[in-house]
């Protein structure tokens, strides 16, 4: 959600707390969403990528592709 209220593109990478102790479930928390993960072959979106059937070279040709140019 924090993606689209920020009115984010391309890829992102959320960095969240668990808190335990506020109710039965818990809650989470966002410290930050960071629009320019890491992008070396063992960072983590590449890894997601990886973990679905995209391979490194395909993700960042899907990133070229579809990166947006405000102008």
Avoid at 4 to 10: D, F, S, T, V, Y
Avoid at 23 to 49: C, F, H, W
Avoid at 63 to 69: H, P
Wanted: charged fraction near 30%.
């Amino acid at each position: 959600r924090a993606h689209r209220a920020l009115e984010c593109r391309g890829v992102t990478r959320a960095d969240l707390r668990y808190d335990d102790t506020t109710k039965e479930l818990g809650e989470l928390y966002l410290l930050e969403l960071n629009t320019q993960p890491g992008m070396t072959p063992t960072s983590l979106v590449p890894d997601l990528a990886r973990h679905v059937g995209i391979e490194f070279d395909e993700l960042v040709a899907w990133m070229v592709e579809n990166a947006a140019c405000d102008g």
